[in-house]
């Protein structure tokens, strides 16, 4: 019922910035709770950040300090905010809808994250 479009990757050096979008359509945003998860090359795909539709949010251990997922209702929009960025931040990142009441999950089709010199 929601459909998810990435954008804001692309090519960054190490200790460079870059802003994650979600954009969210064809449902009631503020029914989901939100997640950006990435999956690296060879690597299964793991949470990055998420936040719930009051905006509790929660970070992987990796990210912390240095990411911050956000989201605007008004918008239907979810954000992830990557600063400091490693090589090893590099991944595809995928924004994740998951429906309150159903649980049931949601997948954009991803954004490619590269850091590198």
């Known amino acids: 019922q929601v459909q998810l479009v990435e954008s804001g990757g692309g090519l960054v050096h190490p200790g460079g910035s870059l802003r994650l979008s979600c954009a969210a359509s064809g449902s009631i945003f503020s029914l989901y709770n939100m997640g950006w998860y990435r999956q690296a090359p060879g690597k299964q795909r793991e949470l990055v950040a998420d936040i719930t539709s009051g905006g509790s949010t929660n970070y992987a251990d990796s990210v912390k300090g240095r990411f911050t997922i956000s989201r605007d209702n008004a918008k239907n929009t979810v954000y992830l905010q990557m600063n400091s960025l490693k090589p090893e931040d590099t991944a595809v990142y995928y924004c994740?809808?998951?429906?309150?009441?159903?649980?049931?999950?949601?997948w954009g089709q991803g954004t490619q994250v590269t850091v590198s010199s």
């Open positions: 994740n809808a998951v429906r309150i009441i159903s649980r049931r999950d949601y």
